[in-house]
């Protein structure tokens, strides 16, 4: 319920030029532009800092720095990405670091908490769109110039294979312009040739 309702008002926030959508409840932690980062970065973020950020669309996203205090859990000071928690640097050898590029999904979710104390320089974590490829013309489609005159191609088939008719007992078919009596066999026979 709660995340329902954390979702909900994280898409009002969503203007339709955003690509990320801030809730901060403390702290200086934030949005500029594309960007979402730790407060004041690239100096050390402060004491007790929470924020959450949503994806307004589909986005990629590069970590242009990262530095959060550690622990085995990502208990004190971490960026949740989607629900998977991160902390630590590349200053020590204990780290749960992020990787430096992805995606997200319209909606995900980015949480940055820092505890009260050890305080770190943080992190920038910048989104771009995800534009979508043109796609090449189907090899089924043709150009317009191409394209042949539909009643041109009726024309021709009711030109030479034209019509049979049973007139007075006697089939008569015309091929082209040429009227023709014929036994029903050979009628039959060349009409279920061309149509079937």
Known sequence: ???????????????????LSLDSSTGNCGVTGNCFSSGNF????????????????????TI????????DDC????????GTKYCGNNISSQTRMPLQS??????DILKFKS????????????????TKPESPPSPHEEDDND????????????????????????????IGSRRRKSP?????????NLIF
């Open 102 to 107: 992805g995606s997200l999904e319209m909606n």
């Open 64 to 71: 242009t720095s990262f530095e959060t205090e550690y622990h």
């Open 184 to 192: 029903q066999s050979d009628l039959q026979s060349a009409v279920g």
């Open 75 to 82: 208990i004190h000071d971490y960026l949740e990405i989607d």
């Open 115 to 130: 505890d009260d104390g050890n305080e770190m320089k943080g992190f920038e974590l910048c989104v771009a769109p995800i």
């Open 1 to 19: 319920m709660i995340a329902t309702v954390l979702v909900t008002l994280l898409q009002s926030a969503c203007d339709g030029t955003s690509l």
């Open 42 to 61: 690239p100096q050390d973020y402060g004491t007790n800092e929470f924020c959450v950020v949503a994806a307004c669309d589909r986005v990629t996203f």
């Open 147 to 174: 394209k042949e005159d539909p009643a041109k191609s009726v024309g021709a088939i009711v030109g030479y294979v034209a019509a049979a008719l049973v007139v007075g007992g006697g089939t008569f078919y015309y």
